[in-house]
């Protein structure tokens, strides 16, 4: 890093901000589908089923065949014993709770165990926090947090944000008008991920307000 831009990163100079990155539509396992007789996203219905077996607990996260509902129950855990299963677990497959039933269905490493195959989606909504800001600023400091994961890359999120299109942020950043002290040089190509932290500057005085708007989510 340049001394210029060490300087130009100044505190005083920013205006920082910090992004939540919610997904919006959970991965979908391509699957055999024996109604259809062919390989078929499964989406996630948002229920979990509980099945006692004697002492033994079996769940599943239901999904359902895109094109012909037919159910496909994917094991969260099978011929488990009560005692082994924390109370809140319980509670929230009996309850069919949203939140914990969302953080299952996102949880891409778990559902790559069952499948090869797998449907990602990068629609997210974005959640925007001011951190922190200063009269005369000239630059954004974007932190990310992203709670679960989120298939989005670091350059649509920036561009769908900034209204920009997908070549000016690579231009951007090959003139480290974008850059990032975080993430190395591949960055726009990878997924958002929590502590990742960007700084946009102001290039055109003009731009300010928008700029501005975009950060804040105003
Ligand atoms: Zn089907």
Redesign the pocket.
């Known amino acids: 890093m340049s001394f210029l831009q060490e300087d130009q990163d100044d505190m005083s100079n920013l205006l920082r901000v910090e992004w939540t990155i919610i997904p919006q539509i959970p991965p979908q396992p391509w699957l055999d589908?024996s109604?259809?007789s062919a390989p078929?996203p499964f989406e996630c219905s948002g229920k979990a089923r509980l099945n006692a077996n004697g002492k033994k607990l079996d769940a599943w996260l239901i999904y359902e065949?895109s094109?012909?509902?037919?159910t496909w129950n994917r094991p969260i855990f099978e011929r488990r014993s009560i005692g082994d299963i924390d109370a809140k677990t319980l509670q929230a497959l009996q309850s069919n709770d949203p939140t914990w039933i969302r953080a299952r269905a996102f949880d891409l490493v778990a559902l790559r165990r069952r499948t090869r195959r797998i449907g990602e989606f990068d629609d997210a909504d974005v959640r925007k926090v001011v951190l922190s800001m200063t009269p005369v600023w000239s630059a954004v400091e974007i932190n990310l947090v992203v709670p679960m994961l989120a298939s989005i890359r670091v350059d649509k999120l920036i561009a769908s944000e900034f209204g920009l299109s997908r070549n000016r942020v690579q231009s951007l950043w090959a003139a480290s008008a974008l850059r990032s002290d975080t993430d190395g040089r591949d960055m726009l190509r990878r997924r958002v991920r929590t502590g990742a932290r960007l700084v946009l500057d102001v290039v055109e005085l003009n731009d300010r307000v928008s700029i501005e708007m975009a950060a804040c989510g105003r």
Do not use: L, Y
């Open positions: 589908c109604a259809c078929k065949c094109a012909c509902s037919k």
